[in-house]
């Protein structure tokens, strides 16, 4: 059983910055960390992930070139840079944890961003 606690959200306005973190109870090593929000009445998309194996990263279109998904396993934590924030962006963010070995799933209870002047 791993838990996952998100930090980092808050209220920041357009053209800001914020920095998410994600901790870990357990190890990370084995484990593909994403990065997930959800708006208001929208489903749960899947912004960044990073891969345990090679640290390759993958985001989604909306994000790329704003925000950086990077992780330190020393610390059992995954971070989520974002910069050059849009209203667009604000949602509930949520780390989740896929073991890369049996493909389980673990999530946080989610950070709420706000991007709003």
């Known amino acids: 059983q791993v838990q996952l606690v998100e930090s980092g959200g808050g209220l920041v306005q357009p053209g800001g910055s914020l920095r998410l973190s994600c901790v870990a109870s357990g190890l990370l090593s084995s484990y593909i960390m994403r990065w997930y929000r959800q708006a208001p009445g929208k489903n749960r998309e899947l912004v960044a992930q990073i891969h345990n194996l090679n640290n390759n990263t993958n985001y989604a279109v909306s994000v790329k070139d704003r925000f950086t998904i990077s992780r330190d396993n020393a610390k059992n934590t995954v971070y989520l840079q974002m910069n050059s924030l849009k209203s667009e962006d604000t949602a509930v963010y949520y780390c989740?944890?896929?073991?890369?070995?049996?493909?389980?799933?673990?999530w946080g209870k989610g950070t709420l961003v706000t991007v709003s002047s």
């Open positions: 989740n944890a896929l073991n890369s070995n049996n493909g389980i799933n673990y």
